[in-house]
Nanobody, 130 residues
Framework: QVRLSESGGDLVQPGDSLRLSCVAS????????VGWFRQAPGKEREFVAA????????DYHASVKGRFRAFRDNGQDTVWLQMNSLKPEDTAVYYC???????????????????????WGQGTQVTVSS
């Protein structure tokens, strides 16, 4: 199973930007759908974004549409989450996850369910506060 590691979380002010990185090791994840999830204290882990194996298609939770963008370079085994116009409600630990058996997002939004992913990173803290 591929191993994932997130980085890039920081303490920033509202309106700032961050770029999170998710790097795969052990195996390539060029055939894997990669999802981004976040979890705030006392709340359930929630879907943020997903990107297809090729990087052609991506989808986002309504709360981050227009502000966040996922992209990837499979040659570097890296997926990024660009986060712009950050808000205090974006504060959470952010996780990347991989499903090595699915390449396409589809219409059923399977990729929004944490249970669909077999490999998870350790998480990186994003704090947005003034």
């Amino acid at each position: 199973q591929v191993r994932l590691s997130e980085s890039g979380g920081d303490l920033v002010q509202p309106g700032d930007s961050l770029r999170l990185s998710c790097v795969a090791s052990g195996r390539a994840f060029s055939d894997a759908t990669v999802g981004w999830f976040r979890q705030a204290p006392g709340k359930e882990r929630e879907f943020v974004a997903a990107i297809s194996a090729s990087g052609v298609n991506s989808d986002y939770h309504a709360s981050v549409k227009g502000r966040f963008r996922a992209f990837r370079d499979n040659g570097q085994d890296t997926v990024w989450l660009q986060m712009n116009s950050l808000k205090p409600e974006d504060t959470a630990v952010y996780y990347c996850a991989a499903n090595e058996r699915r390449q396409y997002l589809g219409h059923d939004r399977w990729y929004a369910a944490p249970g669909e992913y077999g490999a998870w990173g350790q998480g990186t803290q994003v704090t947005v506060s003034s």
